[in-house]
């Protein structure tokens, strides 16, 4: 089946510290990839995807880039913000079916 | 533009009571999802609708229905609360599910 694993959270930074989290995944086919954040009180909100390998996707400073050999997505940003402070899930989709999201990790990030 | 929209924001129900969470959005999206959201478990599916008329089974399916009113509006019906139905509860949009557009959640606390 499809599944995706997450880095275990919680993960904790200073401010301008450099994020990783990872995600690896394991798919029944050729899967798009995604990074959803959630905000404190709010729902998902799509942050960047990749739909083939070596794609990089980026959005608001993060980046991550579709890994089809290690089956890999990794969430990045060289200087995290307070406001970046929220959880972060990253997803799949195969043939574009449903998504299939990872438990999430929340990252807080301190002044 | 609003987007999706779900109602009520909070709801505390006693056992056994029936209630229906609403949601909506106006995007024009043909496919649209109920999810709940527990602590270290992510998202789980509940049911999608591909399209209008059309309704399927996601992960966790048991204890709810669901009804795709028109192609603007899809509702999650409890007929029997129970206490591990308590969760938040996110509605979401499409027009693939490559990317979903997410509500602001319900949280239903049932006691």
């Known amino acids: 089946g499809n599944s995706v694993t997450q880095m275990e959270g919680p993960v904790t930074l200073s401010e301008e510290a450099f994020l990783t989290i990872n995600c690896t995944y394991t798919?029944?086919?050729?899967?798009?990839l995604f990074w959803y954040v959630q905000y404190p009180g709010e729902g998902l909100q799509l942050l960047l995807k990749?739909?083939?390998?070596?794609d990089k996707g980026s959005n608001k400073g993060f980046e991550a880039t579709y890994r089809k050999e290690t089956t890999s997505f990794h969430l990045e940003k060289g200087s995290v913000q307070v406001s970046d402070s929220a959880v972060y899930f990253c997803?799949?989709?195969?043939?574009?079916?449903?998504?299939?999201f990872g438990q999430g990790t929340r990252l807080t990030i301190n002044p | 533009n609003a987007g999706v929209t779900q109602t009520p924001k909070f709801q505390v129900l006693k056992t056994g009571q029936s209630m229906t969470l609403q949601c909506a959005q106006d995007?024009?999206?043909?496919?649209m999802y109920w999810y709940r959201q527990d602590p270290g478990m992510g998202l789980r599916l509940i049911y999608y609708?591909?399209?209008?008329?059309?309704?399927d089974k996601g992960e966790v399916p048991n204890g709810y229905n669901v009804s795709r009113l028109n192609k603007r509006e899809f509702s999650l019906r409890l007929e029997s609360a129970a206490p591990s139905q308590t969760s938040v509860y996110f509605c979401?949009?499409?027009?693939?599910?490559?990317?979903?557009?997410f509500g602001p959640g319900t949280r239903l606390t049932v006691t």
């Open positions: 979401a949009s499409s027009y693939t599910s490559n990317e979903q557009y």
């Open positions: 995007m024009n999206h043909n496919s």
């Open positions: 997803a799949l989709s195969v043939k574009a079916q449903k998504l299939v």
């Open positions: 990749a739909t083939k390998a070596d």
């Open positions: 609708s591909a399209s209008e008329g059309t309704t």
């Open positions: 798919a029944t086919g050729y899967p798009s």
